[in-house]
């Protein structure tokens, strides 16, 4: 089975089929994440990544839908988005997540299940994150701090992210990402 990177930038992953929308930026396929169906088959991949993509792209329940279809069954889906404490910092944000977003993939969510089922395996807030990105503009010293500040942070946030989601994120200036990490989950009859 594949690994897929997309959205990958100038950042490609070794062994795994990268996409962007850029052709400038070198990747394995060269698509626009907007346009639906991606150009893969059915059941095609055991690990998806997205870093920093959700944010762009107009419909990201169509995306997740669209993820669902080309994962295998049991397959690994980890989501990197900007949590919406600062999630529209950056002029071409659509918007930020919550740590509710997971819920919408889970058949018993009142709320606006959206027909896939993925099951949350982990969740993590990050106060300094893109680490790789965050090295070529700031100065070594300034991110190693940082760094070590966010790992204090980090620890107590993922405490309990709900409660740092809905309560303290903002004492600490927010953060700068919530990772997703999904098992699909296509044999379980609650999906139908």
């Known amino acids: 089975m594949q690994k897929l990177n997309l959205g990958c930038g100038e950042f490609k992953k070794d062994g795994y089929v990268n996409v962007d929308f850029v052709a400038g930026a070198g990747p394995d396929i060269c698509h626009d994440l907007n346009l ?7 059941n095609q991949f055991a690990l998806i990544e997205a870093d920093h993509l959700l944010e762009h792209l107009d419909d990201p329940f169509a995306v997740m839908r669209e993820l669902y279809r080309i994962a295998a069954d049991g397959a690994r889906i ?5 949590h919406f404490s600062r999630g529209f910092t950056h002029a071409q944000h659509k918007r930020g ?4 977003f997971p819920l919408y993939f889970n058949p018993t969510f009142k709320g606006g299940y959206q027909g896939v089922h993925m099951q949350l395996a982990g969740m ?4 300094f994150a893109q680490v790789y ?16 500040a966010g790992a204090v942070i980090d620890f107590f946030a993922n405490l309990s992210p709900y409660l740092c989601s809905r309560l303290w994120c903002f004492w600490v200036g927010g953060f700068d990402e919530v990772e997703f990490a999904f098992v699909v989950n296509k044999t379980s009859n609650s999906s139908r």
């Open 97 to 100: 997540f919550d740590v509710s």
């Open 133 to 148: 990105l965050k090295r070529t503009v700031m100065s070594g010293p300034v991110c190693f701090l940082a760094q070590v």
């Open 124 to 127: 993590r807030l990050r106060w």
């Open 36 to 42: 639906l169906p991606y150009p893969f088959a059915d």
């Open 78 to 82: 980890v989501l990197r988005v900007p």
